[in-house]
């Protein structure tokens, strides 16, 4: 139930941009933040409903910039547990070509409620698997992100380079460079929504070198051009893609990204971990973003994203959790917690601190999506917050919140606000029979891994 106006009030501590003092909590109005109070200070008018944020620690909504919903359904499968990337991808393909619609709006649902409960309001996902009786897979996705209130950016992921013609998968998951972009344009004209506030927008994104021909990125990089939508691929996350590029192309993988016209603001890129100094400052100057997903870099073995560099340089850094089938789960507050020990692991902890995954969780990821509404508690911006309490065994003992939240590993969001609505109350989804979604989901996976 939306107030018209709404003032969360003294929260045990918020996180704002450079630590502005929001000590007094912050105000609610027609679903933005329309005051942040500092302490002592209460709402310029009376609101409607107070909420007493005494106990929580407040964010904005956490933003997750890669996943692969469809893939909960293959978690921890055990043919590929200790495999890395081509023999992992190679294993599966098979499986995840067997995928139905109905699979996958449970696999959405469940990626996305886990998503919601680790206090994620906005998700991207990048769906490429479009096998016979699949066309409408992103049609799917939108019904579950509507009913479940969240924001989300569904990209139009793709698949044409297969095995005969020298790429990764199998040719049964691969399709026409016509069936894509006609698919492409649809989705963008049906669903993409414009401007501040929107709910669901549409990306391009062919899937990666080894499983797309080099038209397919520089028609999508045109299409992108002409509707003004975002691009985004998984790029420099394994040294064999690496090697891929070289022996395909003759080219490095910027090289490549630069000869398909890919090397702009408009990109965002999944890993981005296999770069040279003159690659990075490439990157840094065309202002692209770059996706960290650390557990599935961890997993696949893959290697360690540059992101000092890479920052330093000018790209924006921000987080995803990556698909289930590498990571295996879809919490943005524990991806952000293997964030600062991984990279602290690069940079030493002085450098890599709570509140810099924060930032990277938050403001950085809304600019990987182009959204400047969004990742940020200040005045105009969308109140999308996630609140979490500190009363958990985990947390006993513990002193500085922010730090608290990431160190003594939070699980669960008390709350979370998304456009000024409530999503999540008392550690529940409001409108979700989680159980029996379970229940579904389980016997879904199991049928697809049943013939394998
Ligand atoms: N981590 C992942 N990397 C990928 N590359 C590719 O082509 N597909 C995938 C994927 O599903 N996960």
Redesign the pocket.
């Known amino acids: 139930m939306c107030a018209s106006r709404i003032w969360i009030k003294n929260p045990q501590a918020i996180f704002t941009p450079d630590g502005v003092d929001a000590r007094g909590g912050i105000v609610i109005e027609a679903g933005k933040i329309s005051e942040v109070l500092a302490a002592g200070v209460t709402p310029s008018i009376p609101c409607d409903t107070n909420f007493d944020a005494r106990d929580h620690v407040v964010l904005p909504g956490l933003i997750n910039t890669h996943h692969?919903f469809y893939?909960t359904l293959t978690r921890a499968w055990a043919p590929v547990v200790n495999e890395p990337?081509f023999p992992?991808?190679k294993t599966?393909y098979p499986v995840w070509a067997k995928l139905t619609p109905e699979a996958l709006k449970l696999a959405s649902q469940v990626a996305m409620a886990e998503l919601l409960l680790s206090g994620c309001t906005t998700t991207s996902d990048?769906h490429?698997l479009f096998p016979e009786g699949m066309e409408n897979a992103i049609d799917v996705q939108v019904e579950v992100v509507n009913s479940l209130g969240m924001r989300a950016m569904l990209t139009r992921g793709s698949?044409s380079l297969g095995e005969q013609d020298g790429g990764?998968?199998p040719q049964q998951t691969v399709q026409s460079g016509e069936a894509i972009l006609e698919d492409s344009q649809r989705l963008i004209r049906r669903y993409h929504q414009r401007g501040e506030g929107a709910w669901i927008q549409i990306a391009l994104a062919p899937?990666?070198p080894?499983?797309v021909t080099e038209e397919i990125m520089q028609e999508s990089a045109r299409l992108a051009a002409a509707h003004d939508v975002r691009l985004h691929t998984?790029l420099a996350?394994?040294l064999d893609?690496e090697a891929f590029c070289l022996e395909r192309f003759g080219l490095r993988t910027v090289d490549y990204l630069e000869k398909v016209g890919w090397l702009s603001d408009r990109t965002w890129l999944?890993?981005g971990i296999h770069f040279n100094a003159d690659e990075i400052r490439r990157l840094g100057a065309a202002g692209v973003g770059i996706c960290h997903?650390p557990v599935?870099?961890m997993r696949?073995a893959?290697g360690i994203c540059p992101t000092l560099e890479l920052e330093e340089a000018g790209a924006i850094i921000g987080l995803g959790v990556?698909?289930s089938?590498?990571n295996d789960a879809s919490s943005l507050m524990f991806e952000t917690r293997q964030a600062l020990y991984l990279q602290r692991l690069r940079y030493g902890a002085k450098r890599i601190t709570p509140q810099k995954v924060m930032s990277w969780a938050t403001q950085g990821s809304a600019r990987l999506l182009g959204r400047h509404d969004l990742g940020e508690i200040r005045v105009g911006k969308q109140a999308d917050l996630a609140l979490f309490r500190l009363d958990d065994l985990r947390f006993s003992g513990s002193h500085d919140p922010l730090s608290a939240l990431i160190l003594c590993g939070a699980e669960r969001a008390d709350r979370v606000m998304v456009g000024g609505e409530w999503r999540v109350v008392d550690g529940e989804i409001c409108g979700l029979d989680c159980e029996r979604l379970k229940v579904l989901h389980r016997e879904a996976a199991k049928q697809l891994v049943a013939t394998f």
Do not use: I, K, R, V
Request: aromatic residues 10%; glycine residues 4%.
């Open positions: 692969h893939q990337l992992w991808l599966l990048h490429y698949m990764l998968p899937c990666s080894f499983s998984h996350e394994t893609e999944a890993h997903c599935s870099n696949l893959s990556d698909g089938a590498s």
